[in-house]
Protein backbone atom coordinates (compact mmCIF):
# COMPACT_ATOMS: atom_id res chain seq x y z
CA UNK A 1 0.00 0.00 0.00
CA UNK A 2 1.14 4.18 -0.31
CA UNK A 3 1.30 5.70 2.70
CA UNK A 4 -1.39 7.78 3.06
CA UNK A 5 0.09 11.38 3.44
CA UNK A 6 1.80 10.81 -0.02
CA UNK A 7 -1.68 9.91 -1.21
CA UNK A 8 -3.04 12.94 0.39
CA UNK A 9 -0.19 15.35 -1.23
CA UNK A 10 -0.19 13.42 -4.39
CA UNK A 11 -3.59 13.19 -6.12
CA UNK A 12 -3.10 13.80 -9.66
CA UNK A 13 0.05 11.49 -9.69
CA UNK A 14 -2.57 8.18 -8.12
CA UNK A 15 -4.98 9.12 -10.48
CA UNK A 16 -2.70 8.96 -13.20
CA UNK A 17 -1.43 5.69 -11.78
CA UNK A 18 -4.56 4.22 -11.31
CA UNK A 19 -5.75 5.11 -14.97
CA UNK A 20 -2.18 3.94 -16.58
CA UNK A 21 -2.32 0.47 -14.70
CA UNK A 22 -6.07 0.11 -15.89
CA UNK A 23 -7.15 -0.43 -12.15
CA UNK A 24 -10.85 -0.36 -11.45
CA UNK A 25 -10.66 1.39 -7.87
CA UNK A 26 -12.97 4.33 -7.79
CA UNK A 27 -9.97 7.05 -6.31
CA UNK A 28 -12.25 9.89 -6.42
CA UNK A 29 -14.73 7.86 -3.73
CA UNK A 30 -11.41 7.07 -1.82
CA UNK A 31 -10.82 10.94 -1.61
CA UNK A 32 -13.90 12.32 -1.06
CA UNK A 33 -14.68 9.39 1.92
CA UNK A 34 -11.40 10.11 3.41
CA UNK A 35 -11.56 13.85 3.32
CA UNK A 36 -15.18 13.24 5.00
CA UNK A 37 -13.36 10.99 7.61
CA UNK A 38 -10.61 13.65 8.35
CA UNK A 39 -13.80 16.18 8.51
CA UNK A 40 -15.28 14.16 11.14
CA UNK A 41 -12.31 13.30 13.25
CA UNK A 42 -11.58 16.86 13.39
CA UNK A 43 -14.65 17.90 14.70
CA UNK A 44 -14.44 15.33 17.11
CA UNK A 45 -11.29 16.89 18.71
CA UNK A 46 -13.23 20.45 18.72
CA UNK A 47 -15.92 18.79 20.52
CA UNK A 48 -13.30 16.92 23.17
CA UNK A 49 -12.02 20.01 23.87
CA UNK A 50 -15.53 21.67 24.38
CA UNK A 51 -16.37 18.63 26.42
CA UNK A 52 -13.04 19.17 28.80
CA UNK A 53 -14.20 22.59 29.18
CA UNK A 54 -17.78 21.98 29.84
CA UNK A 55 -15.95 19.14 32.21
CA UNK A 56 -14.21 21.57 34.29
CA UNK A 57 -17.26 23.87 34.71
CA UNK A 58 -19.06 21.29 36.06
CA UNK A 59 -16.24 20.79 39.08
CA UNK A 60 -15.73 24.29 39.44
CA UNK A 61 -19.31 25.10 39.77
CA UNK A 62 -19.50 22.15 42.25
CA UNK A 63 -16.51 23.12 44.75
CA UNK A 64 -18.13 26.74 44.62
CA UNK A 65 -21.89 25.07 46.11
CA UNK A 66 -23.24 26.71 42.60
CA UNK A 67 -26.13 24.81 40.27
CA UNK A 68 -24.18 22.97 37.88
CA UNK A 69 -27.10 21.80 35.58
CA UNK A 70 -26.34 23.92 32.79
CA UNK A 71 -23.31 22.96 32.44
CA UNK A 72 -24.16 19.28 32.98
CA UNK A 73 -26.81 19.48 30.15
CA UNK A 74 -24.19 21.02 27.39
CA UNK A 75 -21.69 18.23 28.69
CA UNK A 76 -24.49 15.56 27.86
CA UNK A 77 -25.02 17.05 24.53
CA UNK A 78 -21.68 17.66 23.63
CA UNK A 79 -20.73 13.64 24.74
CA UNK A 80 -23.57 12.63 22.23
CA UNK A 81 -22.31 14.73 19.47
CA UNK A 82 -18.96 13.26 20.15
CA UNK A 83 -20.13 9.55 19.80
CA UNK A 84 -22.55 10.19 16.87
CA UNK A 85 -19.23 11.67 15.00
CA UNK A 86 -17.20 8.36 16.49
CA UNK A 87 -19.80 5.85 14.94
CA UNK A 88 -19.57 8.14 11.63
CA UNK A 89 -15.96 8.16 11.61
CA UNK A 90 -15.48 4.21 12.08
CA UNK A 91 -17.82 3.73 9.55
CA UNK A 92 -15.85 6.20 6.72
CA UNK A 93 -12.48 4.53 7.72
CA UNK A 94 -14.13 0.47 6.90
CA UNK A 95 -15.29 2.32 3.58
CA UNK A 96 -11.87 4.04 3.28
CA UNK A 97 -10.03 1.09 4.10
CA UNK A 98 -11.52 -1.43 1.70
CA UNK A 99 -10.69 1.08 -1.29
CA UNK A 100 -7.13 1.63 0.25
CA UNK A 101 -6.67 -1.54 -0.28
CA UNK A 102 -7.33 -1.41 -3.58
CA UNK A 103 -5.29 1.43 -4.69
CA UNK A 104 -2.49 -0.07 -6.76
CA UNK A 105 1.27 0.63 -6.59
CA UNK A 106 2.84 3.45 -8.49
CA UNK A 107 4.71 2.53 -11.56
CA UNK A 108 8.39 3.58 -12.00
CA UNK A 109 9.43 6.46 -14.32
CA UNK A 110 11.50 4.37 -16.63
CA UNK A 111 7.68 1.99 -17.07
CA UNK A 112 6.42 2.58 -20.47
CA UNK A 113 2.63 3.67 -20.25
CA UNK A 114 -0.22 1.51 -22.43
CA UNK A 115 -0.83 -2.29 -22.78
CA UNK A 116 1.11 -5.56 -23.32
CA UNK A 117 1.58 -4.19 -26.81
CA UNK A 118 3.49 -1.38 -25.18
CA UNK A 119 5.76 -3.95 -23.17
CA UNK A 120 9.55 -2.97 -24.34
CA UNK A 121 12.37 -5.28 -25.47
CA UNK A 122 15.25 -4.92 -23.31
CA UNK A 123 17.68 -7.48 -24.90
CA UNK A 124 17.92 -11.36 -26.44
CA UNK A 125 19.90 -13.99 -26.07
CA UNK A 126 20.92 -16.88 -28.73
CA UNK A 127 18.38 -16.66 -31.95
CA UNK A 128 14.99 -19.41 -31.53
CA UNK A 129 16.41 -22.85 -32.30
CA UNK A 130 16.14 -23.65 -36.12
CA UNK A 131 15.65 -27.52 -36.88
CA UNK A 132 15.81 -29.17 -39.99
CA UNK A 133 12.65 -31.13 -39.50
CA UNK A 134 9.01 -29.92 -37.85
CA UNK A 135 9.29 -29.76 -34.54
CA UNK A 136 5.64 -31.00 -33.05
CA UNK A 137 3.70 -29.52 -30.16
CA UNK A 138 5.15 -30.65 -26.22
CA UNK A 139 1.50 -32.49 -26.41
CA UNK A 140 2.22 -34.64 -28.77
CA UNK A 141 5.78 -35.51 -28.37
CA UNK A 142 4.54 -35.91 -24.50
CA UNK A 143 1.94 -38.10 -25.04
CA UNK A 144 3.88 -40.26 -27.96
CA UNK A 145 6.79 -41.00 -25.11
CA UNK A 146 4.55 -41.91 -22.58
CA UNK A 147 5.65 -39.03 -20.32
CA UNK A 148 2.24 -36.88 -20.42
CA UNK A 149 -1.09 -37.79 -19.36
CA UNK A 150 -3.36 -35.39 -20.14
CA UNK A 151 -6.63 -37.81 -19.66
CA UNK A 152 -6.06 -38.88 -16.57
CA UNK A 153 -5.53 -35.80 -14.90
CA UNK A 154 -8.74 -34.87 -16.57
CA UNK A 155 -10.87 -37.89 -15.21
CA UNK A 156 -9.58 -37.14 -11.67
CA UNK A 157 -9.70 -33.06 -11.72
CA UNK A 158 -11.21 -32.07 -14.56
CA UNK A 159 -9.62 -29.44 -17.23
CA UNK A 160 -6.50 -27.54 -16.26
CA UNK A 161 -4.33 -30.38 -14.85
CA UNK A 162 -2.03 -32.75 -15.99
CA UNK A 163 0.30 -35.74 -14.90
CA UNK A 164 3.65 -35.84 -15.80
CA UNK A 165 5.00 -40.08 -15.78
CA UNK A 166 8.07 -41.54 -15.61
CA UNK A 167 10.78 -39.45 -17.38
CA UNK A 168 8.59 -36.63 -17.50
CA UNK A 169 8.30 -36.54 -14.26
CA UNK A 170 11.67 -37.11 -13.13
CA UNK A 171 12.92 -34.12 -15.78
CA UNK A 172 10.64 -31.33 -13.83
CA UNK A 173 12.43 -32.86 -10.45
CA UNK A 174 15.82 -32.55 -12.34
CA UNK A 175 14.65 -29.04 -13.04
CA UNK A 176 13.50 -28.16 -9.88
CA UNK A 177 16.16 -29.11 -8.00
CA UNK A 178 18.72 -27.88 -10.35
CA UNK A 179 17.16 -24.21 -9.83
CA UNK A 180 17.71 -24.86 -5.94
CA UNK A 181 21.29 -25.63 -6.13
CA UNK A 182 21.80 -22.52 -8.62
CA UNK A 183 20.16 -20.46 -6.57
CA UNK A 184 21.62 -21.49 -3.12
CA UNK A 185 25.58 -20.77 -5.14
CA UNK A 186 24.01 -17.10 -5.70
CA UNK A 187 24.07 -15.97 -2.17
CA UNK A 188 19.67 -17.27 -1.25
CA UNK A 189 18.44 -19.25 1.75
CA UNK A 190 16.67 -22.25 0.75
CA UNK A 191 13.26 -22.51 2.90
CA UNK A 192 10.48 -24.80 2.68
CA UNK A 193 6.89 -23.00 3.07
CA UNK A 194 3.31 -23.20 3.80
CA UNK A 195 1.23 -24.00 1.09
CA UNK A 196 -2.06 -22.96 3.23
CA UNK A 197 -2.28 -19.05 4.19
CA UNK A 198 -3.92 -16.89 5.88
CA UNK A 199 -6.41 -13.37 4.74
CA UNK A 200 -3.34 -11.35 6.66
CA UNK A 201 -0.74 -13.33 4.31
CA UNK A 202 -2.44 -12.52 0.75
CA UNK A 203 -3.41 -9.12 1.59
CA UNK A 204 0.14 -8.59 2.21
CA UNK A 205 1.31 -9.16 -1.00
CA UNK A 206 -1.41 -7.82 -2.72
CA UNK A 207 -3.17 -10.85 -3.77
CA UNK A 208 -6.42 -9.67 -1.87
CA UNK A 209 -8.63 -8.52 -1.98
CA UNK A 210 -8.70 -7.87 -5.93
CA UNK A 211 -7.76 -11.10 -7.07
CA UNK A 212 -9.84 -13.39 -4.73
CA UNK A 213 -11.81 -15.11 -7.61
CA UNK A 214 -8.47 -16.36 -9.15
CA UNK A 215 -7.95 -18.14 -5.83
CA UNK A 216 -8.57 -21.88 -4.37
CA UNK A 217 -10.14 -21.09 -0.65
CA UNK A 218 -10.80 -23.63 1.84
CA UNK A 219 -13.65 -22.14 3.46
CA UNK A 220 -13.55 -24.21 6.52
CA UNK A 221 -10.42 -22.51 7.91
CA UNK A 222 -10.26 -19.42 5.93
CA UNK A 223 -7.00 -20.21 4.03
CA UNK A 224 -5.97 -20.00 0.41
CA UNK A 225 -4.17 -22.31 -1.80
CA UNK A 226 -1.06 -19.81 -2.41
CA UNK A 227 -0.99 -19.00 -5.94
CA UNK A 228 3.15 -18.54 -6.17
CA UNK A 229 5.68 -19.19 -3.20
CA UNK A 230 6.59 -15.28 -2.83
CA UNK A 231 3.47 -15.01 -0.59
CA UNK A 232 4.78 -17.15 2.13
CA UNK A 233 7.93 -16.43 1.52
CA UNK A 234 7.57 -12.51 1.36
CA UNK A 235 5.29 -12.96 4.65
CA UNK A 236 8.46 -15.20 6.53
CA UNK A 237 8.85 -11.44 8.38
CA UNK A 238 5.56 -10.56 8.41
CA UNK A 239 5.02 -7.42 11.51
CA UNK A 240 8.69 -7.58 12.34
CA UNK A 241 11.59 -5.16 11.84
CA UNK A 242 14.88 -6.85 10.52
CA UNK A 243 18.11 -5.63 11.30
CA UNK A 244 19.23 -3.21 8.76
CA UNK A 245 22.82 -3.85 8.72
CA UNK A 246 22.31 -7.43 7.97
CA UNK A 247 20.20 -6.12 4.30
CA UNK A 248 19.74 -8.04 1.93
CA UNK A 249 17.69 -10.88 2.62
CA UNK A 250 17.79 -13.21 0.28
CA UNK A 251 15.70 -17.04 -0.04
CA UNK A 252 14.44 -18.89 -2.69
CA UNK A 253 12.06 -21.82 -2.22
CA UNK A 254 9.81 -24.25 -4.30
CA UNK A 255 6.19 -24.99 -4.24
CA UNK A 256 3.20 -25.68 -6.05
CA UNK A 257 1.03 -22.90 -6.96
CA UNK A 258 -2.33 -23.06 -7.41
CA UNK A 259 -4.61 -20.91 -9.59
CA UNK A 260 -7.96 -20.66 -10.82
CA UNK A 261 -7.33 -18.35 -13.47
CA UNK A 262 -10.88 -17.15 -13.65
CA UNK A 263 -10.14 -15.22 -15.99
CA UNK A 264 -8.45 -16.77 -18.38
CA UNK A 265 -11.36 -19.48 -20.24
CA UNK A 266 -10.64 -20.43 -23.19
CA UNK A 267 -6.80 -19.34 -23.52
CA UNK A 268 -3.70 -22.09 -24.41
CA UNK A 269 -6.43 -25.43 -23.50
CA UNK A 270 -4.01 -27.53 -24.93
CA UNK A 271 -0.66 -29.17 -23.38
CA UNK A 272 1.08 -27.02 -20.15
CA UNK A 273 0.99 -23.81 -21.02
CA UNK A 274 -2.06 -22.88 -18.73
CA UNK A 275 -2.66 -24.93 -15.90
CA UNK A 276 -4.87 -24.56 -12.45
CA UNK A 277 -1.32 -26.64 -10.54
CA UNK A 278 2.09 -25.70 -11.40
CA UNK A 279 5.26 -26.18 -9.68
CA UNK A 280 7.71 -23.03 -9.54
CA UNK A 281 10.73 -22.07 -7.84
CA UNK A 282 10.59 -18.19 -6.71
CA UNK A 283 13.59 -15.70 -5.14
CA UNK A 284 12.68 -13.06 -2.85
CA UNK A 285 14.69 -10.09 -1.70
CA UNK A 286 14.31 -7.95 1.21
CA UNK A 287 16.45 -4.87 0.52
CA UNK A 288 17.20 -1.59 1.75
CA UNK A 289 15.52 0.98 -0.48
CA UNK A 290 18.57 2.71 -1.83
CA UNK A 291 19.88 -0.72 -3.16
CA UNK A 292 15.74 -2.08 -4.46
CA UNK A 293 16.79 -0.93 -8.14
CA UNK A 294 20.38 -2.87 -8.22
CA UNK A 295 18.79 -5.67 -6.67
CA UNK A 296 16.00 -5.87 -9.16
CA UNK A 297 18.86 -6.25 -12.12
CA UNK A 298 20.53 -8.95 -10.16
CA UNK A 299 17.47 -10.51 -9.48
CA UNK A 300 16.46 -10.80 -13.29
CA UNK A 301 20.35 -11.97 -14.03
CA UNK A 302 20.18 -14.54 -11.50
CA UNK A 303 17.29 -15.58 -13.25
CA UNK A 304 18.59 -15.41 -16.49
CA UNK A 305 21.72 -17.56 -15.99
CA UNK A 306 19.54 -20.51 -15.22
CA UNK A 307 18.32 -20.14 -18.87
CA UNK A 308 21.60 -19.55 -20.03
CA UNK A 309 23.43 -22.76 -18.50
CA UNK A 310 20.12 -24.40 -20.02
CA UNK A 311 21.05 -23.26 -23.57
CA UNK A 312 17.36 -21.86 -24.03
CA UNK A 313 16.83 -18.51 -26.13
CA UNK A 314 14.99 -15.83 -24.32
CA UNK A 315 14.28 -12.39 -24.28
CA UNK A 316 14.06 -9.84 -21.74
CA UNK A 317 11.06 -7.33 -21.78
CA UNK A 318 9.73 -4.26 -19.64
CA UNK A 319 6.28 -4.54 -18.97
CA UNK A 320 4.50 -1.55 -19.74
CA UNK A 321 2.20 0.17 -17.09
CA UNK A 322 -1.20 -1.74 -18.07
CA UNK A 323 0.33 -5.05 -17.58
CA UNK A 324 1.84 -4.60 -14.54
CA UNK A 325 0.60 -6.61 -11.79
CA UNK A 326 -0.96 -4.38 -9.07
CA UNK A 327 1.86 -4.57 -6.65
CA UNK A 328 4.99 -3.76 -8.69
CA UNK A 329 6.30 -0.92 -9.70
CA UNK A 330 8.23 -2.40 -11.99
CA UNK A 331 8.93 -5.70 -14.42
CA UNK A 332 10.89 -7.45 -16.29
CA UNK A 333 9.50 -10.59 -17.46
CA UNK A 334 11.73 -13.80 -19.25
CA UNK A 335 10.05 -15.52 -21.80
CA UNK A 336 11.77 -18.32 -24.26
CA UNK A 337 11.17 -19.22 -27.48
CA UNK A 338 9.42 -22.64 -27.95
CA UNK A 339 9.51 -24.06 -31.44
CA UNK A 340 6.88 -26.35 -30.96
CA UNK A 341 3.90 -23.80 -30.57
CA UNK A 342 5.73 -21.36 -32.21
CA UNK A 343 5.69 -18.76 -29.65
CA UNK A 344 7.42 -17.10 -26.57
CA UNK A 345 6.49 -18.07 -23.51
CA UNK A 346 6.96 -16.28 -19.71
CA UNK A 347 9.00 -18.26 -17.94
CA UNK A 348 9.52 -15.49 -15.09
CA UNK A 349 8.47 -12.59 -13.71
CA UNK A 350 11.00 -9.97 -11.72
CA UNK A 351 9.52 -7.82 -9.93
CA UNK A 352 10.30 -4.56 -7.93
CA UNK A 353 7.11 -3.53 -5.31
CA UNK A 354 9.64 -1.21 -3.39
CA UNK A 355 7.68 -0.33 0.01
CA UNK A 356 4.53 -1.71 -1.38
CA UNK A 357 4.36 -5.15 0.26
CA UNK A 358 6.32 -4.32 3.50
CA UNK A 359 3.68 -1.52 4.51
CA UNK A 360 0.97 -3.93 4.03
CA UNK A 361 3.02 -6.33 5.91
CA UNK A 362 4.38 -4.36 8.17
CA UNK A 363 7.79 -5.51 7.57
CA UNK A 364 10.75 -2.56 8.55
CA UNK A 365 14.19 -2.26 9.09
CA UNK A 366 16.24 0.04 11.72
CA UNK A 367 20.01 -0.14 11.08
CA UNK A 368 22.85 2.31 11.43
CA UNK A 369 21.42 3.71 8.34
CA UNK A 370 18.02 4.27 9.65
CA UNK A 371 14.97 3.13 9.89
CA UNK A 372 11.56 2.26 7.83
CA UNK A 373 9.87 -0.35 5.38
CA UNK A 374 12.05 -2.79 3.81
CA UNK A 375 11.52 -3.16 -0.25
CA UNK A 376 10.78 -6.23 -1.52
CA UNK A 377 11.63 -8.27 -5.02
CA UNK A 378 10.57 -11.36 -6.33
CA UNK A 379 11.27 -13.52 -9.41
CA UNK A 380 10.41 -17.04 -10.85
CA UNK A 381 13.72 -18.43 -10.79
CA UNK A 382 12.15 -20.43 -12.85
CA UNK A 383 8.17 -21.61 -13.48
CA UNK A 384 7.45 -25.02 -14.47
CA UNK A 385 5.62 -26.74 -16.76
CA UNK A 386 6.36 -23.83 -19.50
CA UNK A 387 10.08 -24.73 -18.90
CA UNK A 388 9.49 -28.45 -19.53
CA UNK A 389 7.81 -27.54 -22.87
CA UNK A 390 10.60 -25.37 -24.28
CA UNK A 391 12.79 -28.43 -23.36
CA UNK A 392 10.50 -30.93 -24.83
CA UNK A 393 10.17 -28.71 -27.81
CA UNK A 394 13.80 -27.11 -28.40
CA UNK A 395 15.64 -30.25 -27.85
CA UNK A 396 13.34 -32.63 -30.03
CA UNK A 397 15.51 -34.69 -31.98
CA UNK A 398 14.73 -36.23 -35.58
CA UNK A 399 13.95 -39.34 -34.66
CA UNK A 400 11.18 -38.60 -31.97
CA UNK A 401 13.46 -38.29 -28.33
CA UNK A 402 13.99 -35.15 -26.38
CA UNK A 403 17.62 -34.82 -25.91
CA UNK A 404 18.04 -34.02 -21.94
CA UNK A 405 20.05 -30.80 -21.52
CA UNK A 406 23.45 -31.25 -20.18
CA UNK A 407 23.52 -29.74 -16.64
CA UNK A 408 20.31 -31.78 -15.61
CA UNK A 409 22.31 -35.17 -16.73
CA UNK A 410 23.36 -35.25 -13.05
CA UNK A 411 20.43 -34.89 -11.46
CA UNK A 412 18.68 -37.69 -13.85
CA UNK A 413 21.75 -40.41 -13.09
CA UNK A 414 23.16 -39.61 -16.57
CA UNK A 415 20.70 -39.99 -18.85
CA UNK A 416 21.08 -38.46 -22.33
CA UNK A 417 17.66 -38.66 -24.26
CA UNK A 418 13.89 -39.39 -23.42
CA UNK A 419 12.87 -41.88 -25.64
Known amino acids: MLDRKFLRENRELVTRAVAMKNESVDIAAYYDKDAERRAALQEVETLQAEANKA ?14 AAAIASMKEVSGRIKELKAVADGLEAEVE ?7 NIPHESVPAG ?16 KDFSVVPHWDIGEALGIFDPEAAVRMSGSGFTVLKG ?3 RLERAL ?26 MTGTGQLPKLEEDMYLCQVD ?6 TAEVPVTNLHMGRTLDGDQLPVKYCAFSPCFRREAGAAGKDTRGLLRVHQFHKVEMVKL ?7 DELETLTADAEELLQKLGLPYRVLTLASGDLSFAASKCYDLEVWSAGVGKWLEVSSCSNFVDFQARRAGIRFKGKQGRGFVHTLNGSGLALPRILVAIMEN ?25
Do not use: C
Open 55 to 68: NKAISDAKKAGEDA
Open 98 to 104: ELYLRIP
Open 115 to 130: GEENNQLVRTWAEPVQ
Open 167 to 169: DGA
Open 176 to 201: INWFLDVHRDQGYTEVNIPYLVGRQA
Open 222 to 227: DLFLIP
Open 287 to 293: VAPEDSW
Open 395 to 419: YQTADGRIEVPEVLRPYMRGTEYIG
